[in-house]
């Protein structure tokens, strides 16, 4: 699954928020020597309960818009389909079947 995000850097918390249909994801860390990014993953990981190594920034390693590849299918529990809703609700989906 390939997300398009944008992501905030230094913020005061990790969080994912959606602004205006789009998914923004928060994170503490400065955007300085790829403490940013290496944060999202690190976050993103938690949040959907998967491997960091199943993340992949396909685009925008120096940007805060990103593209996002997510190489795991999401198991069937109610959490995860709950997330996935939410995640749905929250970005542009870029590739369904990635």
Do not use: C, W
């Not at 905030?8 to 923004?24: L, S, W, Y």
């Not at 920034?57 to 997510?70: A, E, L, M, P, Q």
Request: no cysteine; aromatic share 4%.
């Amino acid at each position: 699954m390939k997300l398009e995000i944008k992501v905030i850097p230094n913020a005061k918390k990790n969080e994912i928020i959606n602004r205006d249909g789009k998914m923004v994801v928060k994170i503490s860390a400065p955007a300085v020597n790829g403490k940013a990014n290496d944060e999202l993953v690190k976050f993103l990981s938690r949040y959907f309960k998967i491997k960091k190594s199943d993340i992949n920034i396909i685009k925008g390693k120096k940007s805060r818009h990103k593209i996002i590849s997510i190489q795991r299918d999401f198991p069937t529990q109610p959490n995860m389909q709950n997330k996935n809703v939410q995640l749905i609700g929250l970005t542009k989906r870029i590739n369904k079947n990635s």
